[in-house]
């Protein structure tokens, strides 16, 4: 069981920046990979970004390449996504997720944070 909790959401205007972080419990976070996912009212939750258990490979959704950066630090159980060149269409509830294997797709992660609101101000 994994027990993932997300901050650093808030209020930035277009172009600013933000880093979220995914907090997770237990000593198996390693062995998981994680994602960054969100969604937006009335759409469906978008994959964002995916990193593999050691860290070495990353993916990332057209939309963010560029510009948002998924990290993590295995030592403090930590996945950050570091978002640069904020727009007001990235503004949604952002949630990591832990799967068992490098997907990009939801239905393949286990376990989801609460999420954590981002809103961009135009």
């Known amino acids: 069981q994994v027990q993932l909790v997300e901050s650093g959401g808030g209020l930035v205007q277009a172009g600013g920046s933000l880093r979220l972080s995914c907090a997770a419990s237990g000593r198996t976070f390693s062995s998981y990979c994680m994602g960054w996912f969100r969604q937006a009212p009335g759409k469906e939750r978008e994959f964002l970004a995916a990193?593999?258990?050691?860290?070495?490979?990353?993916n990332y959704a057209d939309s963010v390449k560029g510009r948002f950066t998924i990290s993590r630090d295995n030592a403090k159980n930590t996945v950050y996504l570091q978002m640069n060149s904020l727009k007001p269409e990235d503004t949604a509830v952002y949630y990591c997720a832990a799967a068992q294997a490098f997907v990009v797709v939801a239905w393949r992660y286990d376990y989801w944070g609460q999420g954590t609101q981002v809103t961009v101000s135009s």
């Open positions: 990193i593999s258990r050691s860290g070495a490979s990353t």
